[in-house]
């Protein structure tokens, strides 16, 4: 695959990047929700802009809203420098 840019907004390392934070997102707000039963998850989106370019990640949420994800934090515009 000469030419091809292994990173950047069209990088063949992007899609990877962006289902790795996916599931480790997805595992991390599991474990929230069952140490604080009876909070449940609810709902979920947000792009994230990174050095890969703009990666669409479901970012999840809790009924309670005091998730905050060590991965992503709340209201961070930039991750994966």
Same mark, same amino acid.
């Given at each position: 695959?000469?030419?091809?840019?292994?990173?950047?907004?069209?990088?063949?390392?992007?899609?990877?990047?962006? #289902?790795?934070?996916?599931?480790?997102?997805?595992?991390?707000?599991?474990?929230?929700?069952?140490?604080? #039963?009876?909070? #449940? #998850?609810?709902?979920?989106?947000?792009?994230?802009?990174?050095?890969?370019?703009?990666?669409?990640?479901?970012?999840?949420?809790?009924?309670?809203?005091?998730?905050?994800?060590?991965?992503?934090?709340?209201?961070?515009?930039?991750?994966?420098?």
């Amino acid at each position: 695959m000469e030419g091809d840019e292994l990173t950047g907004e069209n990088g063949i390392l992007t899609p990877l990047i962006q #289902r790795l934070l996916q599931t480790s997102l997805d595992g991390e707000i599991q474990a929230y929700v069952d140490q604080n #039963r009876p909070n #449940r #998850r609810n709902g979920k989106g947000k792009t994230v802009k990174s050095s890969q370019g703009l990666l669409g990640i479901d970012m999840p949420v809790d009924r309670d809203g005091s998730f905050n994800s060590q991965l992503l934090p709340k209201r961070a515009l930039e991750c994966l420098h």
